[in-house]
């Protein structure tokens, strides 16, 4: 047992940093996920101030070596609120087999978004709504702007440059024009941008994520589990967190 919470929470480091300790957390740090092999799953996401535009990120391994590009969808809020929410990490952990990191948070209250976080970025390598309606886009929604003219901070014109924080350069093996050098300024990423989203049941891959303003997870639980028994299995069961 003393072995297996070693691991646990070695594990857990590299999963989540900057976290809180108490069992209903509220606080103020930047939350980071990285690593690229956590999933996720919320009955519901409430966002104001929504994007969703198409990015490329480097692997943690590669940052440092120059390494290769890997497309994502990135998303980003202003302010959102979540019917539950869980996060987790399958792990191989040697002779031992697979284990599951896994937060979960909420009031298993199915008709209320008890969960809040504000400056919320996921990078999704896959989305999925599991039920009607899915995806609602609400309010002004314009579709196909470049993903460095989406704003999710709110206010009025003009608004910050950038906010998705699109690659500026990059290699050009991924920018496939001849004689490009790497240089593109957000050309050929676009998103959709709109007032409010919901998403309904939703899960997804995530490659990376950051949360920069406040949270507020009720509830909030971390388990070490055998098996995979990560958010999306759950999810894809028909499982979500409330």
């Known amino acids: 047992m003393a072995a297996m919470t070693a691991i646990g929470v070695g594990l857990l480091g590299g999963m989540v940093a900057a976290m809180g300790s108490s069992a209903s957390a509220v606080f103020n740090p930047t939350l980071t996920i990285n690593n690229g092999t956590s999933t996720f799953s919320s009955t519901n996401i409430h966002a104001a101030d929504a994007a969703f535009g198409t990015s490329v990120v480097r692997t943690q391994a590669a940052a440092s070596s120059g390494g290769s590009w890997t497309p994502v969808l990135r998303a980003g809020f202003a302010s959102a609120t979540m019917n539950g929410f869980c996060l987790s990490r399958v792990e191989e952990v040697g002779p031992l ?27 999704i390598t896959r989305l999925r709504a599991a039920s009607a309606p899915g995806v ?14 989406l704003t999710t901070n709110p206010g009025t014109a003009p608004y ?36 409010v989203a919901d998403l309904s049941a939703v ?14 997870l009720p509830n909030l639980e971390i388990d070490l589990l055998p098996g995979d028994q990560s ?12």
């Not at 609602?136 to 003219?149: P, V």
């Not at 899960?203 to 406040?214: C, L, N, S, W």
């Not at 958010?231 to 409330?242: D, H, I, L, R, V």
Request: net charge negative.
């Open 97 to 123: 087999g697979s284990y599951t990191i896994r937060l979960t948070a909420g009031d298993d209250n199915p008709s209320t978004n008890e969960i809040s976080a504000q400056s919320v970025a996921f990078d």
């Open 136 to 149: 609602n886009l609400q309010g002004t929604a314009q579709i196909g702007l470049a993903t460095t003219d």
């Open 160 to 195: 910050v440059a950038n906010p998705m924080g699109v690659p500026q350069e990059f290699e050009p093996n991924w920018y496939q024009f001849s004689g490009n050098s790497g240089h593109n300024n957000g050309q050929g990423f676009t998103g959709i941008d709109a007032t």
């Open 203 to 216: 899960y997804g891959d995530v490659r990376q994520a950051q949360i920069e303003g406040e949270v507020t």
């Open 231 to 242: 958010c999306k299995t759950a999810a894809q069961s028909g499982s979500f967190p409330n």
